[in-house]
């Protein structure tokens, strides 16, 4: 599983001082970044001459308020892998409490028709073995 810790700040939050719904979206891409960096993908994904990896599914589930000043960890994990996208789920945790859950479906298409194709062999493997990724 791949963490990553925020500082929720004033900015990140509603006017009652919550963090503004949307938001759990960006930090969830920001974590899928930083995991992507991490393990050598980024070029793979984000600068591909010939494949996009679009999310065309996305949800989120609310626990409970996630306040500015929070400390939270977001925890990434691969929970499916298809032959051509792949599902990343993202637990928001203050501490052990689980605060939220977003899911993100990614499908890697063509650039030159936008038709879906396979998935790389070399992200597909780096994703598979990643330590802890898939559950």
Request: charged share 25%; with cysteine; aromatic share 16%.
């Amino acid at each position: 599983m791949f963490k990553q810790k925020h500082l929720i700040k004033f900015m990140d939050c509603d006017p009652a001082g919550i963090l503004f719904f949307a938001k759990v979206f960006y930090f969830a891409h920001n974590t899928y970044e930083e995991f992507l960096n991490q393990y050598d993908l980024y070029e793979i994904v984000f600068n591909n001459p010939s494949l996009a990896f679009p999310i065309v599914k996305s949800n989120a589930q609310y626990y409970k308020p996630i306040n500015k000043g929070d400390e939270i960890a977001i925890e990434q994990s691969i929970k499916n892998i298809g032959e051509h996208s792949y599902t990343t789920v993202y637990f928001f945790k203050n501490g052990d409490e689980k605060l939220a859950e977003v899911e993100l479906v990614h499908v890697c298409v063509s650039k030159s028709d936008f038709k879906k194709t396979k998935l790389p062999e070399r992200l597909r493997k780096n994703i598979t073995s990643s330590p802890d990724q898939l559950f």
